[in-house]
C-alpha cells in the first residue's frame, strides 16, 4: 500500500517539501492530500520534473494526487541542465516590488515598466523572473508590464509569481503573464541561477 502524505492545511510550500522528502527517501509510489488548487498545479509540476506521473482525484473538497514514477522518464530529465550550476548558469531576476527604488511612486512605476521594456529588447535574457510580495501587482495588475513579460515568455524566459502573494492581495484572477508557483520553486531558481538580480 502507498504511503498518504495529509497535507491538507499546509501552507505553501510545505505539501512540495513534503512531497519532495518522500521522493528523496526513494518512494517510487506515494499519494498526497490536499486541499486547494493551487498545491495541486504546485504538485504536478513537482512530479514532472521528478519523471513522476500524477493524476489527481477531487473529492469532499479535498485533492488526492497520486504519485508514481515513471521508468522511462530518468528522475528531473526536464530540469538536468538547470541542476548543474555553474559560472555559465545565466541570471534569475527577482521582483520583490511594484515600483523601483524608493522615491516618487510614480517614477518609480515608469521606472519599472521601462525596465522590462528594456529587458524584453535585450539579447542578454534571464532564465527566470520570480515574483513576490507586493511584486505580484506588476503581472496581475500592470498591464504595460504585463505585455513586457508576455514578450519574455515568448523568448523562452521563465516566469514564476508566488501564488500565497497573489491570495494575500486578492488578484490571483487576475494574473496576465507567468505561472502561479510556490517558495520551493522560486527558490529553486535562485539557487540555480549564476547570479541574481534584486529590484
Known amino acids: 500500500m502507498s504511503r498518504i502524505i495529509d497535507a491538507k ?8 517539501l513534503m512531497a519532495k ?3 528523496s527517501a526513494g518512494e517510487s509510489q506515494f499519494t498526497v492530500l490536499v486541499d486547494n488548487t493551487t498545491a495541486v498545479g504546485n504538485l504536478q509540476r513537482l512530479a514532472a520534473n521528478q519523471g513522476f506521473d500524477a493524476s489527481v482525484e477531487e473529492k469532499d473538497g479535498a485533492y488526492c494526487l497520486s504519485f508514481l514514477k ?7 530529465s526536464a530540469e538536468e541542465p538547470v541542476c548543474a550550476p ?25 521606472l519599472m ?8 529588447q535585450s539579447d542578454d535574457l534571464p ?3 520570480l515574483f513576490m510580495n507586493a511584486g505580484v501587482k506588476l503581472p496581475a495588475g500592470d498591464e504595460q508590464v504585463a505585455q513586457h513579460l508576455q514578450t519574455l515568455l515568448d523568448r523562452g524566459v521563465e516566469v514564476l509569481v ?4 497573489l491570495n494575500f492581495y486578492g488578484i490571483a484572477d487576475q494574473l496576465a503573464a507567468g505561472t502561479v508557483s510556490n517558495m520551493y520553486d522560486i527558490l529553486t531558481r535562485m539557487q540555480e541561477a549564476g547570479k541574481v538580480i534584486s529590484l
Open 9 to 16: 492545511g499546509k501552507a505553501c510550500p510545505m505539501p512540495v
Open 21 to 23: 522528502e518522500a521522493i
Open 70 to 76: 515513471n521508468g522511462s522518464l530518468p528522475v528531473a
Open 86 to 110: 555553474a559560472p555559465s548558469a545565466g541570471y534569475a531576476i527577482f521582483v520583490g516590488r511594484d515600483i523601483i527604488g524608493d522615491g516618487d511612486r510614480e517614477l518609480g512605476t515608469n
Open 113 to 120: 515598466r521601462m525596465f522590462f521594456y528594456t529587458l524584453a
Open 127 to 129: 532564465r527566470s523572473i
Open 162 to 165: 508566488c501564488g500565497t502573494c
